[in-house]
């Protein structure tokens, strides 16, 4: 539990949902955990409110017509990195990755389990932290490093040697570190716009993990997210 000493000091995220009973109770929730809350109907009225510091994170309902919600995330975009977790009320996948192309982090369905929210918001600071870290030229999960710069990838120290479509592949996750990049993007940046088949990306991205963890000890750096994509772990796991 954070401390509710300071209001102004604690972490503040912004949530825009034009549900104002599922807001209020979302940010009531939020509150007791220790965040300060900034709630609004209105799109338009929020994505200057990113430009704050103090702005941990976004939660965006997706309810709203298309263009309203992927323009709003684009603009959000245009000056922030801020992590941006979407919600939205069906299992939709065009949804979810459509979202992810416009700029966003992560995704929730609603109703939301208020335990996993909190989870996704405490891993959304952490990746954003982790960015804002990496500088943009090197980036850093666990024991692997990417440098975007020198084209370098080493685990544990040791040079990794990759092919040239492994490291594309490597190198657009390590640019979005934590956020899930959709299958689509991943086929476009590996064999062209005109990739359509995910069997590609399949094969491909197991090899991946296997060049990953040369010493077979299970780390995954690599985290599939189902029917949409992939993301590069700011904090590896042990699979």
Same mark, same amino acid.
């Given at each position: 539990?954070? &401390?509710?000493?300071?209001?102004?000091?604690?972490?503040?995220?912004?949530?825009?949902?034009?549900?104002?009973?599922?807001?209020?109770?979302?940010?009531?929730?939020?509150?007791?955990?220790?965040?300060?809350?900034? &709630? $609004?109907?209105?799109?338009?009225?929020?994505?200057?409110?990113?430009?704050?510091?103090?702005?941990?994170?976004?939660?965006? +309902?997706?309810?709203?017509?298309? !263009?309203?919600?992927?323009?709003? /995330?684009?603009? /959000?975009?245009?000056?922030?990195?801020?992590?941006?977790?979407?919600?939205?009320?069906?299992?939709?996948?065009?949804?979810?990755?459509?979202?992810?192309?416009?700029?966003?982090? +992560?995704?929730?369905?609603?109703?939301?389990?208020? #335990?996993?929210?909190?989870?996704?918001?405490?891993?959304?600071?952490?990746?954003?932290?982790?960015?804002?870290?990496?500088?943009?030229?090197?980036?850093? &999960?666990?024991?692997?490093?990417? +440098?975007?710069?020198?084209?370098?990838?080493?685990?544990?120290?040791?040079?990794?040697?990759?092919?040239?479509?492994? $490291?594309?592949?490597?190198?657009?996750?390590?640019?979005?570190? #934590?956020?899930?990049?959709?299958?689509?993007?991943? !086929?476009?940046?590996?064999? #062209?716009?005109?990739?359509?088949?995910?069997?590609? !990306?399949?094969?491909?991205?197991?090899?991946?993990?296997?060049?990953?963890?040369?010493?077979?000890?299970?780390?995954?750096?690599?985290?599939?997210?189902?029917?949409?994509? $992939?993301?590069?772990?700011?904090?590896?796991?042990?699979?």
């Amino acid at each position: 539990m954070r &401390s509710a000493t300071n209001p102004r000091a604690r972490p503040c995220l912004v949530v825009i949902d034009e549900d104002r009973q599922f807001a209020r109770v979302l940010c009531a929730t939020l509150e007791a955990a220790g965040y300060r809350c900034v &709630s $609004y109907q209105r799109y338009s009225e929020s994505a200057l409110q990113v430009e704050q510091p103090a702005v941990q994170a976004v939660l965006l +309902d997706l309810a709203a017509p298309e !263009l309203d919600r992927l323009a709003v /995330i684009a603009r /959000i975009r245009t000056t922030s990195e801020v992590p941006i977790l979407v919600m939205t009320a069906g299992d939709s996948e065009l949804d979810k990755v459509s979202a992810l192309d416009a700029g966003a982090d +992560d995704y929730l369905t609603k109703p939301v389990a208020f #335990g996993e929210l909190l989870a996704r918001v405490r891993v959304a600071e952490r990746h954003g932290q982790a960015r804002s870290c990496s500088g943009g030229e090197r980036v850093v &999960s666990g024991e692997l490093s990417v +440098d975007l710069a020198r084209r370098e990838v080493r685990v544990c120290g040791l040079s990794l040697s990759l092919t040239p479509t492994d $490291y594309k592949l490597l190198a657009l996750l390590a640019r979005n570190l #934590g956020r899930v990049v959709p299958r689509e993007q991943l !086929l476009r940046e590996g064999w #062209g716009p005109q990739a359509r088949d995910p069997h590609y !990306l399949r094969v491909y991205m197991a090899r991946l993990r296997r060049k990953l963890d040369p010493r077979r000890t299970g780390i995954r750096f690599i985290r599939t997210e189902p029917r949409i994509g $992939y993301r590069l772990l700011a904090t590896p796991t042990i699979s």
